[in-house]
């Protein structure tokens, strides 16, 4: 069974990191590109960035997130993570992890991903 689970979130002050996990189970993340997406309560989800499947790990990010946060892969560990810093109140959500085989390529999708993580929390207060 193809699955990716991600773990790390929990709960921060504002101006604090946390750094996600996205781990994939039942396949090699290597020729998968990976996305980040945030889904606030009564908000839409949305893209916060992605690592393709290439060589160079070309990354992409939301404007909002932009110079905060950052994906990087070890594909030895089968893992991608997201590492968040300077985190604001208007971080907070369930962020969750997607793949799309893309074996290779530079490209980012935007939301056509096959295999979804279940999500996890992040809250970011004082």
């Known amino acids: 069974q193809l699955q990716l689970v991600e773990s790390g979130g929990g709960s921060v002050q504002p101006g604090g990191s946390l750094r996600l996990s996205c781990i994939a189970s039942?396949?090699?993340?290597?020729?998968?590109?990976i996305g980040w997406f945030r889904q606030a309560p009564g908000k839409e989800r949305e893209g916060v960035g992605c690592?393709?499947?290439?060589?160079?790990?070309?990354?992409t990010y939301a404007n909002s997130v932009k110079g905060r946060f950052a994906i990087s892969r070890n594909n030895a560990e089968n893992t991608v993570y997201l590492q968040m810093n300077s985190l604001k109140p208007d971080d907070t959500a369930i962020y969750s992890c997607?793949?799309?085989?893309?074996?290779?390529?530079?490209?980012?999708?935007?939301?056509?991903?096959?295999?979804w993580g279940q999500g996890t929390q992040v809250t970011v207060s004082s």
């Open positions: 039942g396949f090699s993340l290597v020729d998968y590109a």
């Open positions: 690592i393709s499947s290439s060589s160079h790990g070309y990354t």
């Open positions: 997607a793949g799309l085989r893309t074996d290779g390529s530079s490209w980012c999708p935007t939301y056509e991903y096959e295999l």
